[in-house]
């Protein structure tokens, strides 16, 4: 659990401080999940009283969602209601559902990437960018590509999607 703290603290560390020197304006927004509900609440507001010039968004929710223009996405951890969470985010968010015209999900949990457009949104499901632990050995979550995603938006949609390698 040590290694663990430390290893998301150099992780954070190395993307929220450039992130903050290249920007005028930096967010980060937590979705708990599964295993770590209130540890991450925790750790996120550890975050938040680390880098005050960092705006986070921490509302210790299953989902929620954001806008950048005319874009809306909708993040869950996805280890609840993933087979309707398009139907949720025009339900529970319909003020950004209809200002939007580019509506994604987002969500990880089950350690592969897929990608598929629909329910009137692009739905994101994000793989595990970390080599294998035991838990993902012993379930047989080992063949996913290490991979991190990061995408790059314009205020009408996805702009660019770029791949970072992993180990």
Do not use: C
């Not at 603290?9 to 450039?18: D, L």
């Not at 080992?142 to 995408?151: D, E, F």
């Amino acid at each position: 659990m040590i290694n663990a703290w430390q290893d998301a603290a150099n992780f954070v560390k190395s993307i929220i401080e450039p992130a903050i020197e290249n920007s005028s304006i930096t967010e980060l927004r937590a979705i708990g999940g599964n295993h770590d509900f209130d540890m991450q609440w925790a750790f996120v507001e550890m975050i938040r009283a680390r880098y005050p010039q960092l705006l986070a968004f921490n509302p210790g929710s299953y989902r929620q969602v954001f806008m950048y223009g005319q874009v809306a996405i909708m993040m869950a951890h996805g280890d609840t209601a993933k087979a309707k969470l398009s139907q949720l985010f025009a339900n529970e968010y319909p003020a950004e559902w209809s200002d939007s015209v580019w509506r994604e999900v987002h969500w990880g949990h089950f350690h592969t990437e897929t990608v598929k457009d629909e329910g009137g949104a692009i739905q994101r499901q994000f793989g595990t960018p970390k080599p294998s632990d035991g838990y993902e050995a012993k379930n047989g979550y080992t063949m996913g590509a290490k991979t991190l995603k990061l995408l790059e938006y314009t205020s009408s949609g996805l702009y660019a999607e770029y791949t970072l390698l992993g180990e």
